[in-house]
């Protein structure tokens, strides 16, 4: 059983994936709601008869405070996000220009985000630039990133394998032996169980 602790830290990664999945599924639909009720836009279902778009809906108060409110933290919360597979490309041993510049990518497409969210709905040319720029950035680079990440983690899980053995005993008696391989493991532990003390050692695949 995982102690507190392990358990706050597995469940940080997970909060924040879904923190970035839910918040701009609220923010869109509760921006769409808020204007249709306003009548800024028709009440329709815009999944089967595109009658409006995302940008149509939070470009008019109130809908545009509801809709930057949440996708403003939302550009910042992805920051963590790709923070947080940059990290975990590290600890699988794929340190390298690929991992940074996932990381690098990602940051600039929620600086291309927040620089949209920030001017919508805002009047003159000088805004719209800023908005088109903003999106091709969001868009274009999260695909980018997204590319690089699946790139090393299948380069992770092609790494070649290392052996390793796992004993159990109880003073010089032998309980069980066996050996297996794993994927770029290096651990050594020794759990105890009252006089059983187990051993499990494993050879390190690392560049």
């Known amino acids: 059983m995982k102690s ?3 358990r706050d830290l597995w469940n940080f990664p997970t909060m924040v994936c879904m923190g970035c999945t839910i918040m701009p599924f609220i923010a869109v639909h509760g921006a769409f709601f808020i204007s249709a009720s306003y009548e800024y836009v028709n009440w329709c279902n815009p999944y089967w008869d595109s009658c409006t778009s995302i940008s149509a809906t939070g470009r008019r108060a109130p809908a545009s405070y509801w809709f930057r409110g949440l996708m403003l933290p939302v550009s910042m919360l992805m920051v963590v ?5 940059w990290t975990l490309l590290g600890r ?5 220009t690929r991992r940074d510049a996932m990381f690098f990518f990602g940051v600039l497409a ?5 620089a949209y969210v920030t001017v919508l709905g805002e009047i003159g040319d000088l805004w719209r630039a800023q ?6 950035l969001f868009f274009s680079l999260t695909y980018l990133s997204q590319l690089l990440l699946a790139s090393g983690l299948r380069s992770t899980l092609n790494a070649p394998a ?6 159990c005993s109880s003073g ?3 309980v069980s032996c066996n050996s297996t391989s794993v994927h770029r493991m290096t651990t050594s ?12 050692n494993s050879t390190s695949c690392l560049p």
């Open 92 to 96: 699988l041993g794929q340190a390298g």
């Open 172 to 174: 010089s008696f032998s």
């Open 81 to 85: 996000y790709w923070w947080l597979h």
């Open 131 to 136: 908005r088109r720029i903003g999106a091709i």
């Open 162 to 167: 290392c052996s390793a053995s796992f004993c």
């Open 189 to 200: 532990k020794t759990p105890s169980y009252g006089n059983l003390r187990c051993y499990y």
């Open 4 to 6: 507190a602790p392990e």
């Open 110 to 114: 929620c600086i291309g985000l927040a």
